[in-house]
Structures are given as structure tokens and as C-alpha cells.
């Protein structure tokens, strides 16, 4: 083959992959069989996690609140998940020559930092967030994530509310001047894509360090969180726009695409969950409660509401505020730190409240198993998506609930 053809498939590649956004379906699917993959290693995939054990960090290195056991970050698999997530997406957005720090005006950076903080305290109060709670916890077949998806769906409208009322008679919150650095002028910027490359390669390495070392499941997590911040990065996988622009623009991909990434996480967490309660496992009860937690029905309610206000302030949800971190958008660097700050002193502070004013019978381990069987629960998912999606086209047919 000659020199000219090797060119010709590495840059056909390089175009497919790179050139232009993958549709979210595409994406949301890859993520879901990487979340089947992560529940077969060691747990479903958690988001909310990873700033938690970021905030953590933070105040035991300032001797501060005082959290005794906590894990390095990089003992914790979930913050080195949420670390890869940013390292992967920066990867795609270098490779497509998409990578920019933009600064925008201050009043966008105050809704980040707020949307973060509401996110942390909606995230430990509902035991969930927006990939634990609703990506995994859904098809987990957790009762209490059903709760939780209905808490974010009337959080996200009271959110949208909020902000064309913002646009309507504060317009000069979200206006000013915004700053763009580093942006790869048309047909130049190939510095970042070199980039890119040396930072793909420092990720295997960290990967394989860790492989060297003994710890394995950590070392999957790095692959992992680097494949799905490009992934996410490349075909703009986020759970807020899925919620969100139904109620906005009409546009109904983001919802059909997670719809999409859904169902291969259901079919995955079922496999693996009913082969073990088949096989005689004795851990096949613990199997089955994994992603399954004591939030149905009013904590995980509530814990959803104050996560889908914040998501939507925020503009990004807990993976999506970590891909946007990597792309260089500021506003989700601050987002990100109010979830990391919030999020521990909300686990010390407001959750022991929640727990003690909550009666029992409204925050408990529902698993629908327990209640319809598993073909009764799978049904149940089943007919959820399918009045998502129904609604989702309609809407974007119609316009009905757009922009109300």
C-alpha cells in the first residue's frame, strides 16, 4: 500500500471521528455498555461520587469538617473516573481542534457556582444524581431512582421557568463581556491536536502504571473515565440537555438519545443481576442492590427537584459539567466546585436532617423486583421510555410545551 493510501485511511478516520459531532444516540449508547462494563468490574457508573470525594480531599488537606477514613484521590475510583472524564474530553476537543478557554460574564459564573451547589445538596439528599441516580439507578430497576427522574423532570421545568423569566426581565445577568483564549483559528491549530495525542498518551501511561502497581480496578476506571469524556465530548452526551430542551427548543435528540443509551443499560444490568440470583450466588442479593438505595419515595423526590434546578442553572449535569470542563467552558469549572464544596458539608450537615424529619416510608430500599417480579419491572422501565419518547416527538412535532 502505498504512502498516499495510509494517509487517505488515517485521515478518513481522523474525519469520522473528529470532523464533525457524532449524533447522541451514538454516544449514549457507547456510554451505556462502558456503564454495563463498570457495573461488572466493580459498581454502576456514580458521578456524584467523584466530587465528593474531591471535596473531601480539599478539606481534610485544610484541616477542615474533619472526615476520618477518606481515600486519596487516587485510591478512589470514582475520582479518578471523574479526573479521566475531564482528561478524555480535553482529548476530544484538542483532536477536533474544539478546545478554547471561554470566559463568559460574571453573572453566568455566579448561576455556575449556584447550579453546582444545588446539584451537591439535590445529589446526597436523593442519593443520586444524574448518571447514579437516573442512568444507573433507573435500569437498576430502583424505585427510588423513578422518584428521583421525576424530581429532576419538575426541577428542570421550574429551572427553564426561571430562566426565561431571567431573559425576560434581568437580561443583564447572563449579558457582558465574555473572554475566548486559545481557540484554533480556521485552518490553523495544529498544536492541538499534537496536544491531544501527548495527552492520550500520558493517560495510557497512568493507566498502565497502575496496572504495574496492583491496582486493577482503578486502572480500568482510567481507560474507562477516558473513553467516556471523549465519547460524551464528541457526541455531546448530557443528561440536562435531554431533560431540558423539550421544555426550550423542542429539539428531542438529546432525550431520544439517552432513551437509547438506556435501554442497553437495562438489558445489561438485568443479565447480570438475574445470572447471579440464578446461579446461587451468595452475594446475588447484594448484586441485585446495587444502585438501589433508601431514597423512595419523598427523599429521592426532593434530592431529584433541587438536582434538575441546578443542572439546568448550571448548564451541565454531573457528567456533562466535567466533559465541558475539559472543552475549556468556565462557567462548568465553577459549577464543579460549588458540587465538590457543597457536597461534603451537605453529607455532614443536611443529610443527618433529611434522615431524622423523613419517616421511614419515605425513604426506604424500594427494588421493583421485590414488588412486580422482574418481568413486571421491566415493563414498567419499558413503558416510562416509551411515554419519554412518545412525549419527546410530539413535542418536537408540535411545540406545544416549548418555550412555555
Request: glycine share 14%.
Amino acid at each position: 500500500m502505498s504512502d498516499t493510501k495510509k494517509t487517505g485511511v488515517f485521515n478518513d478516520l481522523y474525519q469520522l471521528l473528529f470532523a464533525k459531532h457524532w449524533p447522541v444516540w451514538v454516544g449514549a449508547i457507547l456510554a451505556g455498555a462502558l456503564n454495563v462494563l463498570m457495573f461488572s468490574i466493580a459498581g454502576p457508573w456514580s458521578g456524584s461520587a467523584g466530587y465528593s470525594s474531591w471535596g473531601k480531599n480539599f478539606y481534610d488537606s485544610i484541616n477542615v469538617l474533619g472526615f476520618d477514613g477518606t481515600q486519596s484521590i487516587f485510591e478512589n475510583k470514582w475520582a479518578m473516573l471523574s479526573i479521566m472524564i475531564v482528561a478524555g474530553s480535553f482529548i476530544g476537543a484538542l483532536m477536533s481542534k474544539s478546545f478554547a478557554l471561554r470566559i463568559p460574564p460574571f453573572g453566568e459564573i455566579i448561576k455556575g457556582i449556584l447550579g453546582g451547589c444545588l446539584m451537591a445538596i439535590g445529589a446526597t439528599v436523593g442519593i443520586g444524581c444524574s448518571i447514579g441516580g437516573f442512568f444507573s439507578g433507573v435500569p437498576a430497576l430502583s424505585g427510588g431512582a423513578i422518584m428521583l427522574t421525576i424530581g429532576l423532570f419538575l426541577g428542570t421545568i421550574v429551572a427553564v421557568k426561571y430562566l426565561f423569566w431571567e431573559m425576560e426581565h434581568l437580561p443583564k445577568v447572563s449579558s457582558g463581556k465574555a473572554y475566548t483564549f486559545f481557540g484554533a483559528d480556521q485552518g490553523k491549530g495544529n498544536w492541538q491536536k499534537w496536544l491531544g495525542i501527548i495527552v492520550a498518551i500520558v493517560l495510557i501511561i497512568v493507566a498502565y502504571n497502575f496496572f504495574q502497581t496492583g491496582h486493577n480496578i482503578i486502572a480500568w476506571f482510567v481507560i474507562i473515565g477516558g473513553l467516556l469524556g471523549l465519547i460524551s465530548q464528541r457526541s455531546i452526551f448530557c443528561i440536562v440537555r435531554a431533560f431540558r430542551e423539550p421544555f426550550m427548543s423542542g429539539d428531542a435528540d438529546g432525550a431520544k438519545g439517552i432513551i437509547a443509551g438506556i435501554l442497553v443499560v437495562l438489558f445489561g444490568f438485568v443479565l447480570i443481576k438475574t445470572m447471579n440470583v440464578s446461579a446461587g450466588d451468595t452475594l446475588a442479593r447484594s448484586i441485585e442492590m446495587k444502585a438501589v438505595h433508601n431514597n423512595f419515595w419523598l427523599r429521592g423526590l426532593l434530592g431529584g427537584f433541587v438536582f434538575g434546578i441546578g443542572m439546568t442553572i448550571a448548564g451541565g449535569c454531573a457528567v456533562g459539567t466535567l466533559w465541558r470542563m475539559g472543552e475549556g467552558q468556565i462557567k462548568l469549572w465553577f459549577a464543579a466546585l460549588g458540587f465538590l464544596l457543597v457536597s461534603p458539608i451537605s453529607s455532614k450537615f443536611i443529610v443527618p436532617w433529611v434522615e431524622e424529619t423523613l419517616p421511614f416510608n419515605m425513604q426506604f430500599k424500594n427494588y421493583l423486583p421485590d414488588y412486580l417480579g422482574y418481568s413486571g419491572s421491566i415493563g414498567l422501565i419499558l413503558l416510562i421510555l416509551f411515554v419519554w419518547y412518545w412525549f419527546a416527538t410530539w413535542n418536537e412535532r408540535t411545540g406545544k410545551f416549548s418555550q412555555f
